[in-house]
């Protein structure tokens, strides 16, 4: 395979239900060059064999196994950040639905922009058939902020000010080397916002 462009990292624990809908739609992406990385967290139902299965028919798939159930999604990132090759790194979630196209965007934008980190908005979907968007821009635009306190400021602007897209990692393309330059780890205890430290610190050691 030519050179990764992206490595997309996921945990994963009993998603059995949406794991495929998930999987279809990560590598249906119109950005082939891409690994995905699948940790799996001992889930007791079907997903390390639906893994296995997709992992059969793409290449591009490596599935990896926590050494112990975790109840982390740190855990499950960090060890698929040791193996990630991409020149960028995105950390999914089984329950994530993408569009086809998300990852050409973002490796076209952060190429284009030479940046570090690339943040885009997103639809949560809600059991109760709610619905919540974090827009950063109108649709087809890009904004680029530099320096460490700008960054931070734009930040905290974003959705109205609420800190949603600070604190999450699955809406940000990284480039692999940021992480690795400033030695940045996932934390694996914490269970409740547990993303927010890893990002945080992403976008502070970001120069752009």
């Given at each position: ?12 624990w ?19 060059n ?38 982390s ?58 619905l ?20 931070i ?17 699955w ?33 502070i050691?970001?120069?752009?």
């Amino acid at each position: 395979m030519a050179m990764c462009k992206v490595s997309v990292i996921v945990p994963f624990w009993n998603v059995e239900g949406f794991f495929s809908i998930f999987l279809d739609s990560v590598l249906g992406q119109t950005l082939y060059n891409i690994e995905v990385i699948l940790v799996d967290d001992h889930s007791s139902d079907a997903s390390y064999a639906i893994a296995r299965e997709y992992q059969k028919k793409d290449s591009r798939i490596i599935l990896l196994q926590n050494p112990c159930h975790s109840g982390s999604g740190g855990m499950g990132r960090q060890k698929g950040m040791e193996v990630a090759k991409g020149e960028y790194v995105i950390f999914w979630d089984a329950d994530d639905f993408v569009d086809s196209d998300t990852l050409r965007q973002l490796y076209e934008c952060a190429e284009k922009q030479r940046a570090d980190v690339v943040t885009f908005g997103y639809k949560c979907f809600y059991d109760d058939s709610t619905l919540s968007l974090c827009t950063v821009e109108k649709k087809g635009e890009e904004i680029s902020a530099t320096g460490r306190d700008t960054l931070i400021n734009y930040y905290a602007t974003l959705d109205q000010g609420k800190p949603f897209c600070l604190g999450i990692l699955w809406n940000k393309l990284i480039r692999r080397s940021l992480i690795a330059d400033y030695s940045i780890v996932h934390p694996s205890g914490a269970v409740r916002m547990q993303e927010l430290p890893f990002s945080v610190a992403c976008i502070i050691h970001a120069k752009k």
